[in-house]
């Protein structure tokens, strides 16, 4: 329960970050963070459903703007089944509500925007430190 509780908050902390990149200086490497594979691989998503999904085809900021109803429809077409749909919606409202908390806490700290550089180094530092937790 601690491992997926720091997962969504370090999910979350990149939505917050990626946020606070100028837009126009997001490139195409910043816009496939956070990687919905590795949202995939956490919820337990088979592989072979994340295979049908081509990078850029569909986002996890796409999914959490959704509708439960409309994800289901959405990862059925790759293939999910009934019980990774409920898991995925689970896991897509417990980010919802730790991303909401966190952005409201984050812009009432700072209104800064950060360069892309230091979004990647940052999340590339965090990952490394989250899969050696593994």
């Known amino acids: 329960m601690i491992m997926w509780s720091k997962l969504v908050k370090y999910f979350s902390r990149q939505?917050?970050?990626?946020r606070k990149v100028a837009l126009q200086e997001r490139n195409a490497k910043l816009e496939g963070f956070p990687q919905l594979h590795h949202w995939f691989r956490i919820v337990d998503v088979r592989k072979e459903v994340m295979e049908e999904i081509?990078?850029?085809?569909l986002s996890l900021?796409?999914?959490?703007?959704?509708?439960?109803?409309?994800?289901?429809?959405?990862v059925e077409k790759y293939?999910?089944?009934p019980e990774e749909c409920a898991r995925l919606n689970a896991s897509l409202s417990?980010?919802?509500n730790v991303?909401?908390?966190d952005s409201h806490r984050?812009?009432?700290a700072s209104s800064e925007e950060i360069s892309v550089h230091t979004f990647i180094r940052s999340f590339?530092?965090?990952?490394?430190?989250?899969l050696q937790m593994t």
């Open 15 to 18: 939505l917050s970050c990626k």
């Open 54 to 57: 081509t990078p850029g085809q």
């Open 61 to 74: 900021e796409q999914l959490l703007e959704m509708t439960d109803e409309q994800v289901c429809e959405t």
């Open 79 to 81: 293939g999910a089944n």
């Open 94 to 96: 417990c980010l919802r």
């Open 99 to 101: 991303h909401m908390a």
């Open 106 to 108: 984050l812009l009432l």
């Open 124 to 130: 590339s530092e965090g990952l490394v430190k989250c």
